[in-house]
């Protein structure tokens, strides 16, 4: 075994504070959505605390951004552009998902500084932070103020098309936070990637030169 610094601070960072902002707002949402049969706690809190939040994890999301838009990790994030390889890539992973874990075979993706996610994983990680967490994001900000923003709300065709989308997303991240923490157990150990984004540092198994790496190399917080 040998270990690779795969998350920087900023993302450690990003991560955590996200993951607690998070589900506070799906908790909020809940109570705003679900007005009259949920009566945890009033209305107008909710509507405030998912507000105050919401503004607070669009700054947070900026971390995420300004690390990744500057850093030579960005890698992690590039769509694979050969179809051939993400497919064959995808499949051998699925594969390992639904029965090659059962039976003990090793991951086929060999994590590195700058090719950290398998190929399902970095397809799903694109989606959430280049498309949903954006889109969220900005419908929130024109719910949260329709009148000011009406001009942006009509062109998309009015505050139930943009509450439609907000709440679609919404449902997603809901399931998303209760298999994501699941997913994050399948690594080399049970608790390996947790402990990874903890300390930036992942155990793998050594498999050749693909794993050869280790500490932070410069330039990496
Ligand atoms: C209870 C809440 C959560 C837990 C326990 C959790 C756990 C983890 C773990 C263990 C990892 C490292 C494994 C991996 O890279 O796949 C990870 C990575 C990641 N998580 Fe979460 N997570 C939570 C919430 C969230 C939320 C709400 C989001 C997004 C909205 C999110 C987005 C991500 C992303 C994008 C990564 C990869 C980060 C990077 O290396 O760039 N997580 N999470």
């Known amino acids: 075994m040998h270990r690779i610094y795969v998350h920087p601070l900023p993302v450690r960072i990003w991560h955590w504070l996200n993951a607690i902002g998070f589900i506070a707002m799906i908790l909020t949402g809940f109570q705003i959505r679900y007005v009259g049969m949920l009566d945890v706690i009033p209305f107008r809190t909710a509507v405030r605390v998912h507000n105050w939040i919401g503004f ?78 954006p889109v969220l994001s900005y419908t929130g900000v024109l719910l949260w103020d329709a009148q000011r923003f009406s001009a942006q709300v009509n062109f998309f065709g009015g505050v139930r098309v943009v509450d439609t989308v907000h709440v679609l997303i919404f449902i997603f991240f809901v399931a998303y936070i209760l298999v994501h923490p699941y997913l994050g157990t399948l690594g080399a150990s049970r608790t390996g990637q947790y402990k990874a984004m903890i300390t930036g540092y992942e155990e793998v198994e050594d498999a050749g030169e693909a794993a050869k790496s280790g500490d932070a190399p410069p330039g990496l917080p």
């Open 56 to 133: 607070a994890l669009i700054a947070n999301y900026f971390i995420w951004l300004g690390f990744y838009a500057t850093s030579p990790q960005i890698r992690c994030y590039l769509p694979e552009l050969n179809p051939k390889k993400f497919f064959s890539g995808s499949v051998r992973q699925m594969r390992y998902y639904c029965y090659g874990m059962f039976k003990g075979d090793p991951n086929p993706h060999q994590i590195s500084i700058y090719n950290k996610f398998n190929p399902m994983q970095a397809m799903l990680y694109q989606l959430v932070m280049v498309v949903l967490v």
